[in-house]
């Protein structure tokens, strides 16, 4: 269930959801931890997030490209979705990955330049890469492009 990557894409607080939906705080925190939920529940929480039921149930958080904010989005940044992504359906999932893997290995580079200069340089770009997928899953939070599909 994507509960959780819908609540954060809006930049809500559990609290806040729960307030929306009428639910309590306690009901989204098993939901999102992935415990089953009523009918009931999940009508209140499509409901306070503008989505269907059916949108909750997916399993993956994909960029919709056929959405009017996707439509919206500046043309560099829809390039560098498609560029950096070097998939037809790129997933949220995917860049946070990129993005740790990036700081992490650009940090580990860094620190082997203490003793090699190319090892320095390429920890730079490393961490300028990861820095540059951070900045593409905010701005694809912000423009609330993405989708799940199971």
């Not at 009918?39 to 960029?63: G, P, R, Y």
């Not at 043309?75 to 893997?101: D, G, H, M, V, Y």
Request: hydrophobic share 45%; aromatic share 12%.
């Amino acid at each position: 269930m994507i509960l959780k990557q819908l609540r954060i894409s809006r930049h809500l607080s559990q609290e806040q959801l729960a307030q929306m939906s009428g639910l309590n705080v306690r009901t989204i925190q098993r939901i999102e931890s992935g415990k089953n939920a009523s009918v009931e529940s999940l009508k209140c929480i499509a409901a306070a997030l503008n989505v269907d039921i059916a949108t909750l149930n997916q399993e993956k958080f994909m960029i919709d490209k056929s959405s009017d904010n996707w439509q919206h989005l500046p043309l560099l940044l829809k390039c560098w979705f498609i560029f950096n992504f070097l998939q037809t359906r790129p997933s949220r999932s995917s860049a946070k990955r990129i993005e740790i893997i990036g700081h992490v290995s650009g940090f580990s580079f860094c620190l082997l330049g203490l003793f090699n200069q190319a090892a320095l340089e390429g920890g730079l770009i490393m961490l300028f890469i990861a820095y540059l997928y951070h900045w593409l899953t905010w701005q694809g939070d912000k423009y609330g492009i993405w989708y799940d599909v199971n």
